[in-house]
C-alpha cells in the first residue's frame, strides 16, 4: 500500500490539469509565458464589461494546447466558452492590436445579445 501511495505522489506533478475555466458569459482571456513577460499586454487589465483572465502557458500547457496557443501574447474572447474573436502578436512577439479595437469587439458582442 505504501509503494502504491508513494507512486501516485511521485506521478501526481506530471498529471496536468487546466486552471483555466472559460465558463458563461464575455470573457477575455490574455495568453502569455513568463519568458515573454516583457510583451505583456500592458492595457489588458483596463478592458470593461468583461472576465478577463491571464494564462501562462508554461505553467498551464494543457489550456495551451486545447486553444492552440501557437504565438504569445494571443487574446482571446470567449462568449459562453465560444471563440469570438483572437488577436495574435506577431513575429517580434508583441501584439498589434490596440486596447480600443478589443473594447470595441467586446462591445460588438454584448450589443448582439440585444
Known amino acids: ?13 506530471l498529471i496536468t ?11 477575455v482571456v490574455h ?3 513568463g ?3 516583457a ?5 489588458f487589465g483596463g478592458l470593461s464589461d468583461a472576465k478577463v483572465k491571464r ?5 498551464d500547457a494543457v489550456a495551451a494546447s486545447k486553444y492552440e496557443i501557437v504565438v504569445v501574447p494571443t487574446i482571446i474572447i470567449f462568449n459562453h466558452g465560444k471563440e469570438i474573436k483572437r488577436y495574435q502578436a506577431d513575429i517580434s512577439f508583441s501584439i498589434k492590436a490596440t486596447k480600443s479595437q478589443v473594447q470595441s469587439k ?5 450589443m448582439e445579445s440585444f
Open 1 to 13: 500500500m505504501k509503494k502504491v501511495i508513494l507512486a501516485l505522489l511521485l506521478l501526481f506533478p
Open 17 to 27: 490539469f487546466s486552471q483555466l475555466k472559460v465558463g458563461s458569459g464575455l470573457t
Open 31 to 33: 495568453f502569455n509565458a
Open 35 to 37: 519568458w515573454n513577460s
Open 39 to 43: 510583451n505583456n499586454v500592458k492595457w
Open 55 to 59: 494564462c501562462d502557458i508554461v505553467t
Open 106 to 110: 467586446i462591445d460588438d458582442v454584448l
